[in-house]
């Protein structure tokens, strides 16, 4: 599924609701903050967390179902780690995956800055042997300072989903797949964030309606 099937699913919807209809920009608007907000809840929304439960109803870390529909934002990049220990976060950094230290692939384990002084001082579990990193404002700070690179595996942030077009003799618009960004999720992904879109014009539909609407989309090549 590209983008402009999504844009059509999106239109063939909203005219069967009898919803009015969606623009090319208010599509590419949506179509990010749908986007996002599946993003934020494959990788643990904050407002799921309860008080004694440690991790969120759904989190890309609880299965490899789950974790399987993120593999597309999955990125890996070797950090070059500074004479300070500093890294700075790469671009469309979201979240750490795993971090590992490349001279004998061991792990590199995340610590929050209150437990710092009990690392830096473990005469069991000495910081020089195994190191340790915490998130700090722009980036990575990692002890022992004298760390020099670092393997990262991160989820990145999205690329925004647009929807390209040019103009016809008519002055109507035409879809241009090289002036479009295609959505990097599979199609069983799609069919919720078109189900996103959709809620945000006001049209609730089940995945089953969407992907209905699809192969009648696809059928009658509107």
Do not use: H
Not at 6 to 23: D, V
Not at 171 to 182: E, F, I, K, M, P
């Amino acid at each position: 599924m590209n983008v402009n099937d999504m844009y059509r699913i999106c239109q063939y919807a909203i005219n069967k609701a009898q919803n009015g209809y969606l623009t090319s920009s208010e599509f590419n608007l949506l179509a990010d903050q749908a986007q996002v907000s599946y993003t934020d809840f494959l990788v643990g929304e904050f407002q799921q967390y309860q008080y004694g439960r440690p991790q969120a109803r759904i989190s890309y870390s609880e299965n490899s179902s789950i974790r399987q529909r993120v593999t597309p934002l999955l990125n890996t990049v070797t950090l070059t780690i500074n004479g300070s220990g500093f890294a700075p976060y790469p671009t469309g950094y979201l979240q750490t995956d795993s971090m590992i230290k490349i001279a004998n692939f061991s792990r590199v384990r995340f610590v929050d800055q209150d437990r710092l002084y009990s690392y830096m001082n473990s005469t069991i579990d000495p910081i020089a042997s195994n190191p340790i990193y915490m998130l700090v404002k722009d980036g990575f700070q990692f002890y022992p300072i004298n760390s020099s690179t670092a393997t990262l595996s991160y989820l990145k942030t999205p690329t925004p989903i647009v929807w390209g077009y040019t103009l016809d003799g008519n002055g109507r618009q035409v879809y241009n797949a090289g002036l479009s960004t295609q959505p990097v999720w599979s199609d069983l992904d799609l069919l919720d964030i078109i189900s996103r879109i959709l809620k945000l014009v006001g049209v609730n539909l089940q995945n089953g309606q969407i992907e209905q609407y699809a192969n009648q989309v696809t059928q009658i090549g509107q």
